[in-house]
């Protein structure tokens, strides 16, 4: 739901989101509908079949007496979900109670989030399974979950579409470049003085759930920034890669304010970082090496690998950074860190 808000949108806050959720995917809905309201249909003009109570012995147990049938009556599951869409309606896709009472807990930003309880998609889900499910001839069956297969993956497509996806040539589907420079990061932080200082305390700690513990568990592994079109799946790939960003200060660096969340110059923890990626990028001369050096420090960030046609390189070794290795166009530079390999240079 990028870029709605409450504070924008107002009382169509809610009808926003749900375009927006979606998307050209609106045939779900209606798939949705007709199932319910086929359902509701069935369910009052069917009739209702009285099934007695039966006790049965262990020793007159008969194998497939008792199974349960191939589709369960519809009736209930129909139920299920308009009982859930009526909720909805009450409550999370109430414009007029979200409108007062969200803001209040400071959720504008993530409410778009409850929309992922909708029964939309699973009861479209359902009730396509049904409707294919009901064909007996299983060769008319067969033809009919492969079109409407087909039907769905070329008219509601995710974004971009599968005639665009294009799928990563590694075994961990990500960009080429992370494992690599993830792997040249660790090769170069495992012969520092601050890797192997924590190795040695968290050795001889034996409470795993001490708040030292916990310390040096961090200071174990390198904390980095990444270029902004990698980074979150820097986060996916190795979480022993710690990121100096999070989600919504990065986005908002990049002029993303979907998220809702806005930072100015009183906020010290995003100005320190801006500070850091305006120098890599050489964005801002304004910055000094020493407010450079300084931001650093305060953030103990200890690895920049920055695009090595966009990086400020000349600053940055003023700064007091040192060029550790380029990797598949990347240039990383190691910060306030000192081991074996950099006292050899």
């Known amino acids: 739901m990028a870029g709605i808000t409450i ?25 949705f509908v007709l199932g319910c309201v086929a359902g509701i249909v069935a369910a009052i003009a069917g009739k ?5 109570l039966e006790i049965v012995d262990a020793k007159d147990y008969v194998p497939g007496r008792y199974e349960d049938s191939q589709l369960p009556d519809s009736s209930s599951v129909t139920w299920m979900f308009v009982s859930i869409v009526v909720f909805c ?9 979200v409108r007062a009472l969200i803001p209040r807990f400071g959720m504008t930003t993530v409410y778009y989030r409850f929309f992922w309880i909708l029964p939309v998609t699973f009861g479209a889900a359902y009730w396509l399974t049904r409707a294919i499910g009901s064909v007996r001839r299983k060769m008319v069956q067969a033809i009919a979950f492969a079109l409407v297969i087909v039907a769905m993956a070329f008219s509601m497509p995710i974004n971009p579409g599968i005639p665009n996806v294009r799928i990563p040539d590694n075994v961990y ?24 200082k924590a190795v040695e305390k968290l050795a001889a700690i034996t409470d795993r759930t001490s708040r030292k513990w916990m310390k040096w ?8 920034v990444f270029p902004y079109g990698i980074e979150f799946a820097v986060r996916q790939y190795d979480p022993t890669v710690r990121l100096l960003f999070n989600r919504n200060l990065r986005l908002f660096y990049e002029g993303n304010t979907s998220t809702g969340i806005t930072y100015g110059e009183k906020n010290k923890k995003y100005m320190r970082r801006k500070r850091i990626l305006d120098a890599m990028y050489g964005r801002d ?3 000094t090496p020493e407010a450079f050096r300084k931001a650093m420090k305060a953030t103990k960030t200890r690895y920049l690998v920055v695009e090595q046609n966009l990086a400020n ?21 190691r910060f306030g860190l000192s081991g074996s390999e950099q006292k050899a240079g």
């Open 7 to 31: 504070k924008e949108y107002g009382l169509t806050f809610v009808w926003a989101c749900l375009k927006e959720y979606l998307g050209r995917s609106w045939p779900i809905l209606l798939i």
């Open 48 to 52: 209702k079949r009285d099934v007695p």
């Open 89 to 97: 309606l009450v409550t999370v896709m109430n414009p007029f109670l």
């Open 173 to 196: 589907k990500v960009d080429g470049a992370i494992p690599v420079l993830c792997d040249a990061i660790h090769q170069d932080f495992e012969q520092t003085e601050q890797y192997q």
């Open 217 to 224: 568990e961090a200071k174990q592994y390198p904390l980095c």
């Open 285 to 287: 001369p304004s910055v």
């Open 313 to 333: 390189t000349s600053f940055l070794e003023e700064s007091g950074c040192r060029q550790v290795a380029t990797v598949a166009g990347y240039m990383i530079f």
